[in-house]
């Protein structure tokens, strides 16, 4: 069946390194792929999307890695920031349209 | 930003009183979307609308029901509220012609 999962609950990285979110799909025929952030207290906000005819797609101090062969997507974040602090998801159309699936999401936390 | 907005932002309640939870948004979209959330956990789709007068049921089942009279407009109205609706819900929309759907603040739910 269609799943999106995150592999780590919680990341804690020091401030200035690189941070690396994991996710990983089963549904092969998923076509679209989207980055949240959620801070606390408010609604996801939309990070970077890739679609599945791409393998890499960079944004503002963010890149996404989609590896279809393993279905694997990942979210690296250069010089993390305290306000990077965030919980992350990842979501996948399921079906053709605007439906996502979206996964448990991974706790970032940055150390100053 | 995106103009979607959910009132209240936080409500506690006594049990089985009946509560609406208000979301809308300005962009003109077509499609409205429910989640309910438990706190750092991933989204689950209670309720979803195509356009006026489409009201469809999400993955996770709900005591839940919405209306969509308006486009601008999507309700949401718990008639019996019970501690077990103790979460966090969100509100988002999407226009038929991008992937990426915007999110409300969210409305934290209390039920006593």
């Known amino acids: 069946g269609e799943s999106v999962g995150l592999h780590l609950p919680t990341l804690s990285v020091q401030e200035g390194d690189n941070s690396i979110i994991n996710c990983a799909y089963s549904?092969?025929?998923?076509?679209?792929f989207i980055w949240y952030k959620q801070e606390s207290g408010k609604g996801p906000q939309f990070i970077i999307d890739i679609r599945s005819n791409m393998d890499k797609r960079q944004g503002q101090r963010v890149t996404v890695l989609l590896n279809k062969t393993v279905k694997h997507l990942s979210l690296q974040i250069a010089a993390t920031q305290p306000g990077d602090s965030a919980v992350y998801f990842c979501a996948e159309t399921r079906n053709a349209g605007n439906m996502l699936t979206f996964g448990g999401g991974t706790r970032l936390m940055v150390k100053p | 930003e995106a103009d979607i907005y959910q009132t209240p932002r936080y409500l506690v309640i006594g049990t089985g009183k009946k509560i609406t939870l208000e979301c809308s948004q300005t962009?003109?979209?077509?499609?409205m979307y429910w989640y309910q959330q438990d706190p750092g956990m991933e989204l689950h789709l209670i309720h979803y609308?195509?356009?006026?007068?489409?009201?469809e049921k999400g993955d996770l089942s709900s005591e839940s029901t919405v209306s969509r009279i308006r486009t601008e407009h999507f309700p949401l109205t718990l008639e019996s509220a019970r501690p077990s609706h103790t979460s966090q819900y969100l509100c988002a929309s999407s226009d038929p012609n991008i992937q990426e759907q915007f999110f409300g603040p969210g409305t934290r739910l209390t039920v006593l």
């Open positions: 962009m003109g979209h077509d499609k």
């Open positions: 609308s195509y356009g006026v007068n489409s009201t």
């Open positions: 549904n092969s025929a998923s076509d679209y």
